[in-house]
């Protein structure tokens, strides 16, 4: 059955990307659920973390690239 396959897909994915994201530092998993999963607006992401609107962009840029790299290393192959 394609659903179930699908399914099956996708919960494996999304292990993988919890695996991935609990493997990034800790300041860049917390930027990337906080801005990127739960959608908190930038300038709250930054009160909260105690750090500057570039410095989230660098983080959050960073994070992208290891998950992408994570993600691609352990689904992909």
């Known amino acids: ?3 179930t396959e699908r ?3 996708n919960k494996e ?3 993988i990307i919890e695996q991935c994201i609990a493997g990034l530092p800790k300041k ?3 930027v990337f659920i906080l801005r990127v999963m739960e959608e908190i607006a930038s300038d709250e992401v930054c009160k909260e973390l105690g750090i500057s609107a570039s410095n ?3 983080i959050l ?3 992208k690239l290891q998950l992408r790299d994570c993600i691609e290393n352990n ?3």
């Open 61 to 63: 840029h960073r994070a």
């Open 13 to 15: 994915l999304k292990k």
């Open 28 to 30: 860049y998993a917390a």
């Open 7 to 9: 399914a099956v897909e």
């Open 56 to 58: 989230l962009w660098v």
């Open 75 to 77: 689904w992909l192959k």
């Open 1 to 3: 059955n394609i659903s």
